[in-house]
């Protein structure tokens, strides 16, 4: 198969990707250090016959998505810290609608206005969290330009798939990282499109789910009339207040991602065949952990790395499976909590060691900061 | 032939969940009435919502709705308009919605001119929520939040509306419910942004506050104080007080964002 061999950037690389992915449109408003995603949507969307509109911000990007997801398009927006704050309102409305839609989240330091064009990893809890209320995302984090473009493509089957936002995590290092990249040719990566309706267009019923646990979703100007609510609704897509049905909404929304858990947790594992030492690592600290475990090694130590590529849902299980092989966790991120610490210790062992490696001043976690921790 | 629209209207919704005297009912039969007569399917139209009392409208619609989040409405309809261009899409919002809380999205469509109708249902104050002060209660009224008189000033929403580039604007009252039909359907028909105000009785929270609790009283002041633009001008400055002006704004042929946009691909796919 012939590829196009480019040396391209992590924003680029995700731009990219949507459009491989089929993504036919983008709103955004610009932000330090996602704009140049916003750039490149601008350019390629008018040439695939996509749609490209900058919006006036963040709330009406995110909320310009969402509805042209609803009128048939696979859609995003990318976006940083304070932007991704001031879209979490309307992300809920995505859950709860059930609307597909990839938002790029490239996390710099804060917290408020913060390092601007400096890296953080301190927005995985608000990615999970965010929003008020019960509900339930998908978060994929590249680690490398390649991974952009891969897991951009990733999270629109996801987002298309289960009618679920997902959020790419990436950070400013990735973001900005320049690569070499082998284009994948068309077809190569399979690409996930949303279930359409099929029966007669009265009985359609926007969220009465199949055994998948995904209702099909019509496009607006469809043989298919709908309703879509940001108030609790039935499976008509009207308001209802009944408290049954409530139950009955809360939990779907989170039993269709449950139910796909193994599909939507991703993992990769080096060097963790024997080892002693388990770092657990993501986006832009995957490359410093490896380095790390290499160097391990060198010393007789044997370190593995098993990088999280879904963030959200946790991979509890496959954190759990390979720690109960070591002494020793140790937990590399660019945020002062350990966000992603905290959610590995709840799955570790008594006698299992945790240790974290943080970074929260704008500089890179290097391979060294890392073999401190040993 | 009588055009009712009643196709429109959802089974066993009535009675509305608004208040005696309130004048949502009112525009909600002109703007069914308005898709009746221009013969619209309810495939090709998108009605969007926002949050308040104005927000319940589409539970009781059977074309396709959306119901969004609090003074969102417009931003939603931009992306469903600009991605679907065949579609017609409405948004309905109430005066906190359109320019209080959504003020931003307001000006904002009118400038990109993005081919859709907003219908604004001002009442001068946040009804849902109890009665409070909103970004066009008037000076020195009455509100929850305005105990003592409101402080600030209103917008003029139309005239806000035209000065952002809006192609076409009209205010109209549920007094005036001909009328108002007549600029619904020119609205729907016009390309580009299009705005209809309606001022709008509250008798329950703005009426009670203001001297105005019966809902008689606020029809007939929007019927007897409502004024064409013409009239309007004739009066004098001291007569002006008390009187508003109702009738087209503006109604202008500007390029609309979706054909502009069409330029603009065959300009990229050139490039």
Known sequence: MNREVRLIQGNEAIAEGAI????????????????EIMNECARLMPKVGGVFVQMEDEIGSIAAVVGASLAGAKALTATSGPGFSLMQENLGLAVMGEVPCVVINVQRNGPSTGLAT??????IMQIRW???????????????????????VQAFNFAEKFRVPVVLAADEVVAHARQNFAMPAAGEIPIVERKHPTGPPEKYRPFDADDDGVAPMAAFGDAYIFHISSSMHGPDGYSNNNPENANWRINQLHRKIEMHRDEIVLTKEYDTDEMDVLFVAYGATTGASRAAALE?????????????????????REVAELAKRVKKVVVTEMNYAGQVAGEVRKVLGPDVQLEKVNKYNGQIITPQNILKAL | MQTTGR??????????MWCAGCGIGVMLNALLRSFAELGYSKNEVVVVTGIGCTGKTDD?????????????????ATGIKAFRPELKVVALMGDGDSVTIGGNHFIHAARRNIDLTAIVINNFNFGMTGGQ????????????????????????????ACAAGASYVARSTPAHAWELTQHIKAALTKKGFSLVEVFSPCPTNYGKNNQMADPLQMLRWLKEKGVSR????????????????????????????NTRYEEIRARALNA
């Open chain 2, 7 to 16: 196709e429109y209207l959802k089974d066993g919704v009535l009675p509305h």
């Open chain 2, 133 to 160: 002060a909103s970004g066009t209660t008037p000076s020195e009224k009455i509100s929850s939040t305005t105990l003592y008189g409101n402080p600030e000033r209103d917008f003029d929403v139309s005239a806000l």
């Open chain 2, 230 to 257: 013409e009239e309007y001008a004739q009066l004098k400055e001291p007569e002006k007080d008390g009187y508003f002006e109702i009738g087209t704004f503006c109604d202008r042929d500007i390029p609309d964002f």
């Open chain 1, 296 to 316: 391990a090694r060198k010393n007789g130590i044997k370190a593995g790395v098993l990088q999280l590529i879904t963030i959200w849902p946790f991979p509890d």
């Open chain 1, 20 to 35: 491989y992915a089929g993504a036919r449109f983008y709103a955004g408003y610009p932000i330090t250090p996602s704009s």
């Open chain 2, 60 to 76: 009781y619609l059977t074309t396709n709705a959306l119901h969004t989040t609090h003074g969102r409405a417009l931003a939603f």
């Open chain 1, 118 to 123: 400096k890296p953080g990893q301190a927005d």
């Open chain 1, 130 to 152: 965010g929003r008020h209320g019960d509900q339930s995302v998908i978060a994929l984090s590249p680690a490398t330009v390649a991974e952009c473009f891969t897991l951009t």
